[in-house]
């Protein structure tokens, strides 16, 4: 079975700070993808990132970056300088390759960034 | 280019009554994908349908529940006989791949619905 947990519920930091938002994942296909979602208080759902198994290699895109360490099942996501806009539930998830298995999400972080 | 399109974005039904949700995928993308999401829990699978095809239904529930991509229009969720429980936000993702979980799912703004 895949499971995906997001040990934060809420987060509040004050703007400038950095926040760290974790994720650990179980599966046992050797092969798999991690996702992250960010959901403003729109509602919307907003793609960030897609990660390959096969790819540790950490990633950065501006203010974002992401730490997959296989050997603890875990693919963090950082924001650095954290802004109001930034205020959201963010969603983990996660996909194996074998047996074509749904998307699993997390139960999200919700981040609070005050100004 | 247009993303996944759902409406209504917010819809309000009496216990008893039918709810039909509908998704338009984004251009090109034929696979689409119904996830509920319940107040503070994260996003649920319902069921995986290509066109005139279900092609995974295993997170609907045996009953009430049905899903459906016909050839032209829209994929519909519909719930009948909506109960309290139903209530949640109904969200419809895309993607162009053939049974490619794996692919960035795209996803539309969700249908909230509120059962009185």
């Known amino acids: 079975a895949q499971k995906v947990t997001q040990a934060q519920t809420e987060i509040s930091v004050v703007e400038k700070e950095d926040v760290t938002l974790d994720c650990v994942y179980e599966?046992?296909?050797?092969?798999?993808?991690l996702f992250w979602y960010k959901q403003p208080p729109s509602g919307e759902l907003v793609f960030l990132i897609r990660?390959?198994?096969?790819?540790?290699q950490n990633e950065i895109s501006g203010r974002y970056s992401w730490n997959f360490q296989k050997s603890t099942s875990s693919f963090n996501f950082t924001i650095t300088a954290s802004q109001v806009v930034d205020s959201a539930v963010y969603f983990c998830a996660l996909s194996g390759l074998s047996g074509n298995t749904p998307l699993v999400f997390g139960k999200g972080t919700r981040l609070s960034v005050i100004a | 280019n247009a993303g996944v399109m759902q409406n209504p974005r917010h819809l309000v039904r009496r216990r008893g009554q039918e709810a039909r949700l509908r998704c338009s995928p984004m251009?090109?993308?034929?696979?689409v994908y119904w996830y509920r999401q319940l107040p503070e829990e994260g996003l649920k699978f319902m069921v995986y349908?290509?066109?005139?095809?279900?092609?995974?239904e295993s997170g609907m529930p045996k009953e009430r529940f049905s899903a459906e991509f016909p050839k032209e229009g829209p994929s519909i969720l519909r719930i009948q006989q909506v109960v309290r429980g139903d209530s949640a936000a109904y969200f419809c993702a895309s993607s162009p791949y053939s049974a490619n979980y794996n692919s960035p799912l795209h996803f539309g703004n969700g249908t909230r619905l509120t059962v009185t």
């Open positions: 349908l290509q066109k005139e095809n279900i092609i995974d």
């Open positions: 251009k090109g993308h034929s696979h």
């Open positions: 599966t046992r296909d050797t092969t798999y993808y």
């Open positions: 990660r390959n198994s096969f790819d540790e």
